[in-house]
C-alpha cells in the first residue's frame, strides 16, 4: 500500500517562498521516481519536477531555477522548495509515486494549495 501526505502548502505574496512536503508511506522507497504536479483552475495538471533514486532532476521551464525538488532516503520524505513565487503558481500540488519497476502505475497524493496572491 503506497500512500502520499502532502503538506506546506499556504497563502503566499508575490516574491516569496514556500516549501512543500510529501510524506512517502511504501515498503521501499528507493524503487520510486518522485515527483510534483500542480492544476491550476480550469487547466490541465502539469509536471513540476522530478527526482530519480540517485537524485537526477527535472523541471519544468516555467519553475526553472526557482523550484527545487530534493528528497530524504532516511525519513521517506520529498521536498519542493520554491522561491520568487509568482501568482501563475497559484495551483493544487500533487505529490507523484512512479516504481520504476512498474511505470504503468502511479500514485497520488491529496494535494495541497498554494495561493500566490498580495
Known amino acids: 500500500q503506497v500512500q502520499l501526505v502532502e503538506s506546506g502548502g499556504g497563502l503566499v505574496q508575490p516574491g516569496g517562498s514556500l516549501r512543500l512536503s510529501c510524506a512517502v508511506s511504501?515498503?521501499?522507497?528507493?524503487?520510486?521516481?518522485m515527483a510534483w504536479y500542480r492544476q491550476a483552475p480550469g487547466k490541465q495538471r502539469e509536471l513540476v519536477a522530478t527526482?530519480?533514486?540517485?537524485?537526477?532532476?527535472s523541471y519544468a521551464d516555467s519553475i526553472k531555477g526557482r523550484f527545487t525538488i530534493s528528497r530524504d532516503h532516511a525519513n521517506y520524505m520529498v521536498y519542493l522548495q520554491m522561491n520568487s513565487l509568482k501568482p501563475e503558481d497559484t495551483a493544487v500540488y500533487y505529490c507523484?509515486?512512479?516504481?520504476?519497476?512498474?511505470?504503468?502505475?502511479?500514485?497520488w497524493g491529496q494535494g495541497t494549495q498554494v495561493t500566490v496572491s498580495s
Open positions: 507523484n509515486a512512479q516504481p520504476i519497476t512498474d511505470r504503468s502505475l502511479n500514485y
Open positions: 511504501v515498503r521501499t522507497f528507493a524503487i520510486y521516481v
Open positions: 527526482i530519480t533514486s540517485g537524485g537526477s532532476t
